[in-house]
């Protein structure tokens, strides 16, 4: 099974830029949490649904447990988000607080923006970016190309 068909195009060609496999199994859609038995990928799930994210991105520990790397958000219906970006700015806020992940990814229709929540938003209320903007048709700078996901599943990134 296909577990992301039921995706937007735009959304999955923004996860495959990234190197989010879809048949990888550290990548959660939001809504499998009921289809899922293992109770600690369900608890991640809940958490992720929380903050609206439409995947999460776990990574299997050492001891056998999973830790969020990165939210995945499917805003790929929309070309931008609004001038003042408050909407990115509280969904970093909101994973700054929690402590769950280093990384929030926003797909929009033609580009990607990657916010750093490991650090607060910034002091005029905007969030803080590891990437802005990474086209989804140009050439990618080889720290974000198809390998992004295997650095962030290894604890490389």
């Not at 899922?36 to 299997?60: C, G, M, N, S």
């Not at 005029?124 to 295997?150: C, M, R, S």
């Amino acid at each position: 099974m296909n577990k992301l068909k039921e995706l937007s195009i735009d959304f999955q060609k923004g996860l495959s830029k990234l190197g989010f496999n879809r048949n990888d199994d550290s990548l959660f859609l939001t809504n499998e949490e009921k289809t899922l038995p293992d109770p600690q990928i369900k608890f991640h799930l809940e958490k992720a649904l929380e903050f609206q994210a439409t995947a999460v991105y776990l990574r299997i520990q050492l001891n056998g447990s999973y830790k969020p790397q990165a939210y995945l958000f499917d805003f790929s219906d929309r070309s931008f988000i609004d001038e003042d970006e408050s909407q990115l700015t509280e969904i970093q806020r909101k994973i700054w607080s929690s402590g769950e992940a280093p990384i929030a990814c926003i797909f929009l229709k033609t580009e990607i923006k990657i916010l750093d929540c490991t650090t607060h938003i910034n002091s005029d209320y905007t969030p803080v970016y590891l990437i802005n903007h990474l086209k989804l048709a140009g050439k990618v700078d080889n720290l974000y190309n198809e390998q992004f996901a295997v650095k962030i599943k290894s604890g490389f990134f």
